[in-house]
């Protein structure tokens, strides 16, 4: 789409993005069930060893007296981004079918947009390597199915990110 004053490119389309964005949004549910049930990291030092899970991390602090640090830790990392994706399916899927927009869809739409900044995988992950980078002076570091579903999960966001164009959907939800 072109101004038609200075004709400058005000919009081009991005061809199969709605294909690219469905596809995102509808691997990310199973992505964050393989992270939330899998081990994520393994420590073995000392003779000792231990293995961990997103859900053991957030027992253990829910149990230190900080269950509210825990509640917003589980919602940043894995309840929104989960919510976000389920969002955009709801959004997109009826789409691609041909059916016409779902009941709802520009709130759900709109839901999915303000979600974005909130959904947190990504910065989790980066503090997760700062403090692998601190733990493996002391301990051998071991990562499990969790932490690269993690890692797909936050590049799934950042290609999903690319291919949006909410421009584009809400033109096909109006």
Known sequence: ?????????????????????????????PLMAIAL?????????????QEASVIDAANAVAHANTWPLALAVGALIVALPLLRALALAYVLLPIRLGRGPARRAARTFRLAVELRPWAMAEIFL???AVVLVKVSGLASVSLGPAFWSFVTLAALALME?????ERSVWDLIR
């Open 161 to 165: 990110d690319a291919a949006l164009c």
């Open 1 to 29: 789409m072109r101004c038609p004053r200075c004709r400058a490119v005000l919009r081009t389309s991005r061809p199969a993005a709605l294909d690219r964005v469905l596809a995102f949004a509808l691997a990310t549910p």
């Open 37 to 49: 049930t899998a081990s994520f990291l393994t420590l073995s030092g000392g003779g000792a060893r």
């Open 126 to 128: 980066i503090g997760v």
